[in-house]
Nanobody, 126 residues
Framework: QVQLVESGGGLVQAGGSLRLSCAASGRTFSRSAMGWFRQAPGNEREFVAAISWSGGSTYYSDSVKGRFTISRDNTKNTMYLQMNSLKPEDTAVYYC???????????????????WGQGTQVTVSS
């Protein structure tokens, strides 16, 4: 059974930092693109960041560019999201996702991802 499990969420003050992890099990995603999405109450799920299978290419939404960094460790089948200079508008449930097919280019479209985690809450207080 394939699972993606996020961890590292929590409550932090504005300006603070958090590091999210996404651990995969059940299969390897070392040749698959992966990404992070988030959903705030009353809002649709939105793209945050994506990374190629090798980690050599990364993509960010304009709202997090320069503050968040996506990375991965294929030896651990794990992806990360380092979030710095957090703002109250970053408050959301954060989801990790993986593309099932190998070698595909990372995408901002959530319907291109085949596997999803259960989400981890990030709350930024002002």
């Amino acid at each position: 059974q394939v699972q993606l499990v996020e961890s590292g969420g929590g409550l932090v003050q504005a300006g603070g930092s958090l590091r999210l992890s996404c651990a995969a099990s059940g299969r390897t995603f070392s040749r698959s693109a992966m990404g992070w999405f988030r959903q705030a109450p009353g809002n649709e799920r939105e793209f945050v960041a994506a990374i190629s299978w090798s980690g050599g290419s990364t993509y960010y939404s304009d709202s997090v560019k320069g503050r968040f960094t996506i990375s991965r460790d294929n030896t651990k089948n794990t992806m990360y999201l380092q979030m710095n200079s957090l703002k109250p508008e970053d408050t959301a449930v954060y989801y990790c996702a993986a593309v099932g097919s190998r070698w595909r280019v990372p995408t901002r479209l959530d319907n291109e991802y085949d596997y999803w985690g259960q989400g981890t809450q990030v709350t930024v207080s002002s």
